[in-house]
DNA sequence: AAGAAGATTCGCT
DNA sequence: GCGAATCTTCTTA
């Protein structure tokens, strides 16, 4: 799922306008996992990874950003994607005001950017991602590049798993340069 | 009841 | 490269 993500388009449809961009990197939290939010059980502040696949799940890290993920398992059993980057297609100048700043590589490149360039927050948890509504995902037409993979970003436990999902070459990838190699 | 860690980002050195 | 901001959850007493 991680993998079949990339090169999807996520699109947010807000008052202010729309925004979406290509998804270019990802990370799996799968069942049984310690890194994983859902592996302590269902919790009313977790219940969204316990979904049936295809529903988004939105926490607040470090008290400051919000990041997004994708339910991924079938009903009852909790696991998610997050995803961490996009590449900005449509409603660029929306997303630079929200962020603050104008270099279009820095609107969507870390999970909590992207949050914050695509206004999600927890009023978006729990919502069906394969219905057009206020968030959902799209087909890209165009093709996706290679896809790398490597060990996932900021995390200590389980940290040695390739779970992090990248499209190689692309700018809008954030991580360190040996994590995105050739 | 109190403390530490956490799927992050920003600003400063 | 390092530390602060900031808040939810889990651990320990």
Redesign the pocket.
């Known amino acids: 799922m991680a993998r079949f993500l990339i090169g999807k388009v996520l699109v947010r449809d807000h008052a202010d306008g729309c925004t979406s961009g290509r998804i270019v990197e990802t990370?799996a939290?799968p069942p049984g996992d310690s890194?994983?939010?859902?592996f302590?059980?269902e919790?009313?502040?977790?219940r969204s990874?316990f979904l049936r696949p295809g529903h988004g799940?939105v926490?607040?890290?470090?008290?400051?950003?919000y990041?997004f993920?994708v339910s991924s398992e079938p009903a009852r059993i909790g696991a998610?994607i997050?995803i961490?980057a996009l590449e900005p297609l449509e409603g660029v100048p929306l997303m630079r005001r929200r962020?603050?700043?104008d270099k279009l590589r820095?609107l969507a490149?870390?999970?909590?950017?992207?949050a914050?360039a695509m206004a999600i927050d927890r009023d978006l948890d729990g919502i069906d991602l394969c219905a057009k509504g206020p968030l959902w995902l799209a087909a890209s037409a165009h093709p996706t590049g290679a896809v790398g993979a490597s060990t996932?970003?900021?995390?200590?436990?389980e940290a040695h798993h390739l779970r992090r999902f990248y499209e190689r070459g692309s700018p809008y990838v954030?991580g360190p340069r040996r994590l995105n190699g050739a």
């Open positions: 990370e939290y890194s994983s939010h859902a302590r059980g919790t009313p502040a977790r990874m799940y926490y607040l890290a470090y008290g400051a950003c990041c993920n998610g997050l961490r962020r603050g700043t820095d490149r870390g999970p909590g950017r992207l914050a996932r970003i900021g995390i200590s436990r954030s």
